[in-house]
């Protein structure tokens, strides 16, 4: 059932809506419905701004919108109806000169469709007014932030202790997986990366079915999704027999740049600052061109939010916000090296939710 914290945030919306200069937003993004809403089925679309709030929605969801959010008035649609057209018979109602879509989320097939059959009504593209919202977590997100973490640590270490050199990366992903629900994951956050030796100089590499025994190393990245959908995201080097030379070598400084982030986070630091701090020691080092990713992003109800840690953001902390950091060296042929943890910007700098050892660990069946 939606709470007085979502009321909370419309109100905020609703602020920012006022300040636009638009007569409402049509949020269609469906995190952001279920983030002001509580309403967790998707296709819905959420109209809100001074005075008034609705839903459109469809016959699937009349007992969820119900349960869910029953103080929200719900316009229910058939399957006989498109949504750009159940909208043009109400829209117009409705006191409204201009309507703003969030225009990283509606799609330009439907923008086009509405501001044809919605005339003299003006569209307008707003971008992040919901988004800017949720890069600041309550402490019911934050809870929920801190469950998926446990839950992403005990996943890793039960896969961990069961992992064998006759497996493939698939394989111990699948138990990487399973072990996060077992935990109590809803799912996992995306699919892992399970890359072994040299494929762990792919930032993105998808598990395969290469075996570890082919190598000595692992680079793993997971996380999971609370139960009530909120994310977390890390990554470690697993070590299951030796680790070359010239990678142990990395493993420090991109430790060392990962500690000089962290370090770097407090409120009011520029996003820009704190990714500048890491990346000097990767540069130093000499390893500059290596290192081509942003440091970290916002995690929440999406594994990629505001804010962004990169040498070009212009986001700035603010307590509440929950960021990863995560440098790498990725060096082709040889392998790679990330360390990511998730961090809360808290009152007086940040505090680091993830509790898993920072030196490369062994894999306990190895």
């Not at 839950?151 to 992903?173: N, P, Y």
């Not at 996380?223 to 070590?239: M, N, Q």
């Not at 990629?304 to 440098?327: A, F």
């Amino acid at each position: 059932m939606s709470t007085d914290r979502h009321l909370a945030r419309r109100s905020k919306l609703v602020q920012s809506v006022r300040k636009s200069g638009i007569s409402a937003l049509l949020v269609t993004n469906p995190r952001n419905v279920t983030y002001l809403t509580g309403f967790t089925g998707e296709d819905s679309y959420l109209l809100i701004g001074p005075g008034q709030i609705r839903l459109f929605s469809d016959s699937r969801f009349e007992t969820q919108l119900r349960d869910e959010c029953p103080e929200i008035s719900a316009e229910i649609r058939t399957s006989r109806r498109l949504m750009a057209d159940f909208l043009a018979d109400i829209l117009p109602s409705l006191p409204l000169t201009s309507l703003g879509i969030e225009g990283s989320s509606m799609v330009v097939s439907v923008r086009d469709l509405l501001a044809e059959k919605l005339k003299p009504i003006d569209l307008v593209s707003q971008s992040g007014l919901v988004e800017e919202l949720r890069a600041i977590k309550d402490a019911d997100e934050i809870a929920e932030i801190r469950a998926a973490v446990r839950q992403a640590e005990r996943g890793f270490e039960l896969m961990r202790s069961m992992v064998m050199k006759d497996q493939t990366e698939r394989q111990a992903a699948h138990e990487l997986e399973h072990g996060m629900r077992r935990f109590g994951a809803l799912k996992a956050a995306f699919e892992p990366i399970i890359a072994v030796g040299d494929h762990a100089a792919l930032p993105h590499y998808r598990a395969g079915l290469r075996y570890f025994h082919e190598a000595g190393f692992a680079l793993i990245d997971w996380g999971a999704v609370s139960a009530r959908g909120y994310h977390s995201d890390l990554t470690r080097l697993l070590v299951t027999s030796k680790l070359p030379p010239k990678l142990h070598h990395v493993y420090g400084v991109v430790l060392k740049a990962q500690q000089a982030g962290i370090a770097a986070i407090r409120p009011g630091a520029r996003c820009q600052d704190v990714d500048a701090a890491a990346r000097a020691v990767i540069e130093e080092a000499g390893y500059a061109k290596y290192f081509g990713h942003g440091l970290g992003h916002g995690i929440g109800l999406d594994i990629h939010e505001l804010p962004r840690l990169s040498p070009i953001s212009t986001d700035e902390l603010k307590p509440g916000m929950i960021v990863t950091v995560e440098p790498g060296i990725y060096l082709p042929g040889v392998g790679g090296v990330r360390i990511e943890d998730d961090i809360l910007v808290t009152r007086d700098g940040g505090e680091v939710l993830s509790s898993l050892p920072k030196e490369a660990p062994t894999a306990a069946g190895s």
